[in-house]
């Protein structure tokens, strides 16, 4: 199982619990979570692409 | 240009100027005449005005200081001569022989059982108590034994015993027994010198006036320190010279000019009362001269708790009846007489440490008629002697109480630093790697657990062999030794060279004064030091329940138990390495500021300078020609930002990171800085309400609105948060001198942090279960560092989740988070529910 969290660059990420079968599935799903406005980032774990996201949450309720 | 310094003394001046200069990046040789370090301080039993255990406190410095590679201690040795000059000084020290080589004696003592000759009076007791022939100078390092050479059979008659190997050396596993030691000269390098020599009680005919030396239970302060001294003697209990107990003891202040010898003698009768209410107490004095806030107010206390205070006009004594001793006064000239008294102290003035002037003469540096050092000219820094290069501080610049002998080593040590700026790190050595067993949280606990007597501290106290074989029995327990001091590392060190532990229960001294240096003998074990745990046996037992045996006893069981049921659940965890902002902020443009902020950039450091006046020169206006000079300098110096008219803003960030928002009638500026200094006394955020830098660094005010400062008298200059610190009137009252010398000092605080590339961090930091977490934010408002960050993520099915971001730069991990959380989702490490429950239950069952 890959991890939930990981840190990229001091900031945390999280992982989209999907697993990817090529790059350009993963960045096909990147482009997506980045026009809502997250940062993304891919890693290639044993042959698969795993997307982590953030966003700060600017306003809290 | 040298980057080593030689620091002559090594009381509490002297070691402070060690370490801030090694903490700065320089090498520091510290020359002690005495076979063990501590001086003056290790010798009382408590310090005015905090009132604080004196050998409890240092013990721990001592350690780090003995342990530090970059500080080589040439004990039992003195200065020669200096020659050379300022940058580039060649020393030769001479060294005494000890007869025992201290790189392979053990300190085990095997040795001192078999020497056939005993009562010889140790020196460290001031003639109180005995040792044999080969023993400790004292209980503090370096602790190697050390044989007297007039009274070793074998150095007086080339024969000891009927075999014709003397009983020590057979005794001496490592054969560290060394008869045809000589006295050895040491050739030294230094860029630059600190004289701390300190000073000594004037021991003259005046004393013999009042019954010294003549009476069996007159004696001065510092010998009945000894007796106070829970290492002392008698084991922290006042003995007259026939061993009993005194009912009644009196002091006599003989030097009412300085507050050092009315401080002393009400500390005394203070710790005497607390040690036995029954004893009826006296000070007898000129005058009472304690114009010092802090020292008032401790005079004051010491008077609720019926310590009499009579300023007299003179005073006589009489030998009186069993040893007691008749006194009478003359007050308005009016003659009265005291009850009669079982002990009489005296509080000689002070002078110049004996051996001062051979010690002037050889390294050319002139001294006062009076003894102490001199410095160069009138308008030359009190700090600096005849002899540039060579600065002076402490007790040996003029008798003074050790919070202040603290300011003017760091001061000293800014102005060493100064000096050798460019030779920074030119000598120092980077300490080994840390080799740690593979131990992980996984591994079965195996627990090595020490408990420290700490003289009649905690021995004293409690029943310890009941504890010992109590702690023994618990859960992953597989080893408990006793130890005279487990700071000294030599049981901890020598249980983990077995191996066969994988984590360390100590009960102890605080954790707060003592964790960090059970922690380097826990490492220097190859044990990671987040997986050792301190029971304070100390403060949360035998010094609060100092009265029931019994219930002390038991109260140290269940603390030992919570303390082996957490210590089982710890997990070996990592420091965090920091990266460190080059450059300080002193705010306040007073000569304390002006004196700190000129200090740092002489040393080579990045300062800015935020002052309320909207020019700097009018500052030079009714200052000291010092000040003026400074201010020119400052204004010169590429290194120094100066901010005229300023305010300040809000300040966020932690220590080695501050962003500082800095208000100009021009321009708002955030600065980035490492490092605070508070030189005023004045708020500079009042007119600006653009935020309070005082609430964002947890500082508070005391009721005469002087900031309130770390406490102890180590720590003068310190806040409780790290990395900023407060001088001169941010303080409290003092001369302008004094002011220079407490901005110096605090420059040497600041320049320990900024002079650093990296600050390592305790990972007891909080830690997101992101799994549990489902954003719910409660956590983030109770956040006092602003650590919190709520953020979000996507899942591929398109929801969107949110979770928490720990700063791990900026967490306390002072656990408000986790004691918010309502789902278990946010913990501090090694402060886990179930570690902290465990600690619950073994209250329980052990009730």
Redo the contacts between chains.
Sequence with gaps: MPSLAVKIDGKKFMWDQGLYASEAEAKEKMARYEKEGFQVSCLNEEGKYLIYTRRVVAEIN | MKGSVLVVGAGPAGMRASSELVNQGFKVFLVEKKPTIGGKMAQIDKMFPSNECSSCTIMPRMVEIASNPNISIIAFAEVESISGEPGDFKVKVLKKPRYVNPMKCNACTDCFGVCPVGGVPMEFNLGRGASKAISFYSPFPPRKALIHPDKCNYLINGKCGDQEQPPCVRACKPEAIAFSQKPEVVELQVGAVILATGADEVKTELLERYGYGKLPNVLTALEYERLLSGLGPTGGVVKRHDGREPQSVAWHVLDSASPIGIMTAVTEALGTVEKNPHVSVWVLCEDVNVSRESYNDFYCKAQEKNIAVIQTDSVTTAAGADGTIDISYRKGGKKEQLPDIGMFVLVPPLAASAGMQTLAEKIDVKLHPWGFFEKKSKNTHPIHTSREGIFVCGSALEPKGIDDAVVQACAAASHAAALLGEARGTETATPPEKVFLPITSEDEPSIAALICRCGPNIAGLLNIDELAEYTASLPYVNQVQLAPFGCDGVKIREMLSTKKFNRVLIGGCSPKTHEDVFAMHTQGGGVNRYLMETVNLRNHCTWVHSTDKKKTTEKAKTLMRMGAGRVALQEPLEDIQVAVTPAALVIGGTPSGIACALKLVQAGLRVYLAAKENDLGSLKENQSKFVQRFIDELQKSEKAGIFTGAQLGSVQGFVGNFKAEVITTNRKEIIEIGSIVIATGENLKSASHEGDYEKDLFLQRNDKNFFVGMLGNLNPLDFNTAGVFRCGPARMEMGVLDTIMDGEGAAARVAGIISKTKLVKAPIISV?V??NCD?C?YC?EPCPAHAL????????DGRI???V??NEALCLGCGNCMATCPKNAIYVQNFKPEQIMKMVHSIAEVA
Excluded: C, N, P, S
């Design positions: 997101v992101d799994e954003g934010a983030l960050t709520l953020i979000e993520y996507m899942l591929q989740k949110k979770t971001e720990v």
